[in-house]
């Protein structure tokens, strides 16, 4: 996966006709395309992505504000009252990207969203790909002023990996929990921690990395999370 300084565009659209995307791994969305016609495969692509990604992140969030607590630890392991914090890993390119909210108490509820446009002679023009994870740091422990060492247990998946289905005209894949995948040992950074002693590949998923002024920087500029069997970072919006 290429990585890229994160790039935000805006769109803005007219509501002219209801678009429909099929129920599976959490989509379930009735919404307003914009007007005019798709001039385009790709035009249809972009805006396919757009729509499924939003109603993933809409049902994940309704989903967080009205679930039972989901069984948590109950007991704060965070000295702060900061949480919940919300983290993102993406690269800011190939429209993909791991969206996770951390909980005072370590548990954790994430989505990983990802879709790539097919040329193939299937009966599918493009393949969605979703994951809705959550799971539970434990151990967690201050190892110096802003670092804390963690431990990652009992990740689960609300979807089978690897499931999959065609329906109008695209394919839909379970996913597995990309940024999560492989990881035992997890470090927990605070703002303001020292770049020094930070690996390069860490740091490289760092929004603020590939700011002209970049090397200026001596500590970062929000919380992060590294996983350290694979040195992918998720990090908090500034």
Not at 13 to 23: E, G, I, K, Q, S
Not at 108 to 124: A, W
Request: proline letters at 4%; charged letters at 25%.
């Amino acid at each position: 996966m290429k990585r890229k300084k994160d790039v935000f565009v805006s769109m803005v659209m007219a509501a002219a006709f209801c678009f429909f995307l099929p129920t599976g791994c959490g989509i379930d969305a009735k919404v307003a395309a914009p007007a005019g016609h798709l001039s385009s495969q790709k035009e249809r692509f972009s805006f396919l992505n757009m729509l499924v990604l939003q109603q993933e992140a809409a049902s994940w969030e309704h989903e967080k504000e009205t679930s039972h607590v989901l069984q948590r630890l109950g007991k704060a392991v965070f000295p702060w009252d900061i949480f919940p914090l919300e983290f993102t890993f993406s690269s800011g390119a190939g429209g993909w990207g791991s969206y996770l909210t951390l909980y005072q108490d370590g548990f954790f509820e994430g989505l990983f969203y990802h879709s790539e446009l097919e040329e193939t002679e299937d009966d599918y023009e493009v393949t969605f790909y979703s994951c809705r994870f959550s799971g539970q740091f434990t151990d967690i422990r201050q190892i110096n002023d802003t670092t804390f060492s963690m431990r990652l247990e009992g990740l689960t998946t609300a979807d089978p990996v690897g499931k999959e289905w065609i329906e109008d005209n695209a394919r839909y894949i379970c996913a597995e929990p990309v940024g999560m995948i492989d990881g035992r040992e997890f470090l927990f950074y605070l703002p303001q921690t020292p770049l020094t002693g930070l690996s390069e590949e860490f740091l490289s998923w760092w929004p603020y990395r590939y700011l002209e002024d970049s090397d200026s920087f001596e500590t970062l500029s929000c919380y992060g999370i590294r996983n350290m069997a694979t040195e992918e970072g998720f990090f908090t919006y500034e």
